[in-house]
């Protein structure tokens, strides 16, 4: 769990930054052509220009790189032997969940209020929806959120099929762009 932790965290964390970068690059050169403007319908610019992009008064992506510290640190602690209470369990996973939630509202916002993709967005996307199942259904099954010996058959049943939830996730989320964006693939092979 801690270099599956590490990982996701890192690059959803890397993710993020390069959304604060090209922010950043762009307040100072207006005319700065964002690295993540493709086309039209795959646009960082375009979904920061948009009320969703700071929802709470300032760029979304700050979230994330404070955020995904988060993972980074638990699995690095993890991976040193590190024990956590219970209540640090709920705090974590429910960190995670909050931020699963978020992206998936944003998802939804910039698929069918904004009409964009943001590709950096998408890759903080990709790597917080295997961290929450897979830190969901590990901490159910190993004892960190409960004791109920119903819950932990459960989980560690699902446990090994964790892959499939989390391709049902980001293939919905595909097919769910394909049919707002028909035109996608065409833009992107030609």
Request: with cysteine; glycine share 6%.
């Amino acid at each position: 769990m801690g270099i599956f932790l590490i990982l996701t965290g890192a690059i959803g964390w890397w993710g993020a930054m390069e959304l604060i970068t090209e922010r950043v690059r762009l307040l100072l050169d207006p005319e700065y052509t964002l690295n993540c403007d493709i086309n039209p319908l795959i646009s960082c610019g375009n979904v920061m220009a948009s009320w969703q992009a700071s929802l709470l008064g300032f760029p979304n992506p700050l979230l994330g790189v404070a955020g995904l510290v988060a993972p980074i640190a638990v699995g690095v602690a993890l991976l040193a032997g590190a024990r956590f209470d219970r209540w640090f369990w709920w705090a974590f996973v429910t960190g995670v969940a909050a931020a699963f939630v978020f992206i998936h509202w944003l998802f939804d916002q910039a698929v069918y209020q904004i009409g964009a993709l943001c590709p950096w967005c998408m890759l903080v996307w990709l790597m917080v929806i295997p961290m929450f199942w897979v830190l969901l259904f590990w901490s159910l099954k190993t004892h960190k959120l409960t004791d109920n010996a119903r819950v932990q058959r459960f989980a560690a049943a699902v446990w090994p099929f964790t892959w499939v939830i989390v391709l049902a996730n980001l293939v919905a989320i595909a097919v769910a762009i394909l049919v707002q964006f028909p035109t996608l693939i065409s833009l992107l092979l030609g």
